[in-house]
T-cell receptor, first 113, second 112 residues
Framework: DAKTTQPTSMDCAEGRAANLPCNHSTISGNEYVYWYRQIHSQGPQYIIH???NNETNEMASLIITEDRKSSTLILPHATLRDTAVYYC??????????????FGKGITLSVRP | DAGITQSPRYKITETGRQVTLMCHQT?????MFWYRQDLGHGLRLIYY???????DKGEVPDGYVVSRSKTENFPLTLESATRSQTSVYFC???????????FGPGTRLLVL
């Protein structure tokens, strides 16, 4: 069962902010939102995660709506190297079965020169 | 080198052959995972392991066997390869109560 829905693809201009949306309307109170990306032919790479507050790290910002039913990953100054498939994943923190990641099809971001 | 490695990176085999894909991590992470990635399906979990000698099935375990005798190694064996197992296989590791899974570079397997 898909827990998240993302557009299939989007593009943005190099140097501009890329805003990648994700819907997770059935998220439960203890589930976190995670973002990973996969650059062509490589293994997925962790970007950021959050519960309900906005989060920022050196790679990106994560904005989660107040009702937690959707979120947006923001790459503030996209570069050509940010072209990748971005996966929005919802999961509980913790051990055992909660350690698993369930990947959907993600959104393909194309950064154009 | 520190990190997570997979071998071989590329493998061609024939239907019915046994194939073992290796995964090695240098961090002593508790958790290790095997995923497969096919066009139209994204990444799907095959097996995972919470510690040495503890393994559990994921979403698509049929046709695969895993073992974890040492913390740093998590081999995946296809006992009798089938064409439907042609895929890209990714191994990942994660420390208990950490948030990040670290992925290896993948093994591209072709079953003829």
């Amino acid at each position: 069962d898909a827990k998240t829905t993302q557009p299939t693809s989007m593009d943005c201009a190099e140097g501009r902010a890329a805003n990648l949306p994700c819907n997770h309307s059935t998220i439960s109170g203890n589930e976190y939102v995670y973002w990973y990306r996969q650059i062509h032919s490589q293994g997925p790479q962790y970007i950021i995660h959050g519960l309900k507050n906005n989060e920022t790290n050196e790679m990106a910002s994560l904005i989660i709506t107040e009702d937690r039913k959707s979120s947006t990953l923001i790459l503030p100054h996209a570069t050509l190297r940010d072209t990748a498939v971005y996966y929005c994943i919802v999961r509980f923190r913790g051990s055992g079965a909660n350690s698993k990641l369930t990947f959907g099809k993600g959104i393909t971001l194309s950064v154009r020169p | 080198d520190a990190g997570i490695t997979q071998s071989p990176r590329y493998k061609i085999t024939e239907t019915g052959r046994q194939v073992t894909l290796m995964c090695h991590q240098t961090w002593s992470h508790s958790y290790m995972f095997w995923y497969r990635q096919d066009l139209g399906h994204g990444l799907r979990l095959i097996y995972y392991s919470a510690a040495a000698d503890i393994t559990d099935k994921g979403e698509v375990p049929d046709g695969y066997v895993v073992s974890r005798s040492k913390t740093e190694n998590f081999p995946l064996t296809l006992e009798s390869a089938t064409r439907s197992q042609t895929s890209v296989y990714f191994c990942a590791s994660m420390e208990l109560n950490q948030e990040t899974q670290y992925f290896g570079p993948g093994t591209r397997l072709l079953v003829l």
